[in-house]
């Protein structure tokens, strides 16, 4: 069992299983399960199936593996998939592979790993002296001689009670995922002044799941906010790096591996579609190309909200 490292001062503090994934379990004014504003769950069942897995059963082994938190998904994000002959696991090697702890001290850590002889990637989280922030910058490097391509998705799962509420871009355009409709519609605005329709704000209700993705009017922001707890965050990346931004929605499926114990609502910088993987991806001029011998650079921020704090939009 890995023991996870944890970086903090008087404003936040944050907890990286490096062995994991490189998953973050915990972001919160402290180390109380309470502030955290990430979803995370300590189950017992299922139990995580191993790091191997049979073709095309690479969902079902991440799937028993996880809890909750925030993953870094490349160089795929969705389903296992082949691309130029090689086999890439559902939701990229990034989000399961152990990393290397290569720095650490009281306000920053840095993560390392190589995944398929291919890449070599760098995640360093620091958080800030002077206020309830923290900065993720990712480095990729293309360790080969030819161009290679990926896909880039912060899988970011925040606490999805019923007191959830979400902030985006008032004039950006969702579509729902798959066969999925609400009202008999496939694409609706953020923001529909007159509409009786519960809008895209709120969680679900009546139903267990739902996926939407941001199509058009990305700003580079989102942010959640319970109002009960009274603790939020608001994300905050460049928009060319991540133009889209997956929101999915967790309350209490009954299937593998929720059980109806989770209740989740993810907010997702991303560089592809949910729909797309690597290989779609590919085809679509939705990946992100890295030159022989070169790298590619972007950041994430995640700011803490208050009740104070709390933005309206």
């Excluded at 009954?254 to 690597?278: I, K, N, V």
Aim: hydrophobic share 35%; net charge negative.
């Amino acid at each position: 069992m890995s023991k996870p490292a944890v970086i903090s001062n008087e404003f936040i503090t944050v907890v990286v299983d490096a062995l994991n994934g490189g998953t973050v379990s915990h972001i919160g004014c402290d180390k109380s399960p309470a502030s955290n504003v990430l979803a995370w769950y300590e189950w017992n069942d299922p139990e995580p199936l191993s790091l191997e897995f049979k073709e095309n059963e690479s969902a079902k082994h991440w799937l028993s593996r996880y809890r909750g938190g925030w993953q870094f998904l490349t160089p795929n994000a969705g389903r296992e998939c082949v691309f130029n002959g090689i086999r890439h696991s559902f939701h990229g090697e990034s989000s399961y592979m152990p990393w290397t702890i290569t720095k650490r001290d009281e306000e920053s850590l840095t993560l390392e790993i190589t995944i398929l002889g291919v890449f070599q990637i760098s995640r360093s989280f620091i958080i800030d002296s002077t206020k309830a922030s923290l900065k993720c910058n990712t480095k990729i490097f293309n360790l080969t001689n030819h161009p290679q391509e990926l896909v880039i998705v912060e899988h970011i799962a925040f606490q999805g009670s019923p007191n959830i509420e979400v902030s985006a871009p008032k004039n950006s355009e969702w579509k729902f995922d798959g066969d999925y409709k609400e009202n008999d519609r496939e694409i609706r605005s953020w923001s529909e002044p007159g509409s009786s329709d519960k809008d895209l704000v709120h969680p679900i209700v009546g139903k267990t799941e739902r996926m939407t993705y941001l199509v058009n009017g990305n700003e580079g922001w989102v942010s959640i906010f319970d109002t009960t707890k009274g603790i939020g965050a608001q994300l905050k990346w460049n928009a060319s790096d991540l133009p889209f931004i997956w929101y999915w929605q967790e309350q209490g499926s009954p299937g593998f591996p929720f059980y109806g114990r989770a209740e989740m609502t993810a907010l997702e910088p991303a560089s592809c579609l949910p729909t797309d993987g690597l290989e779609g991806a590919s085809s679509a001029g939705r990946t992100k190309v890295i030159a022989p011998g070169k790298d590619y650079s972007f950041a994430v921020c995640l700011d803490l909200l208050s009740q104070d704090q709390k933005l309206h939009s």
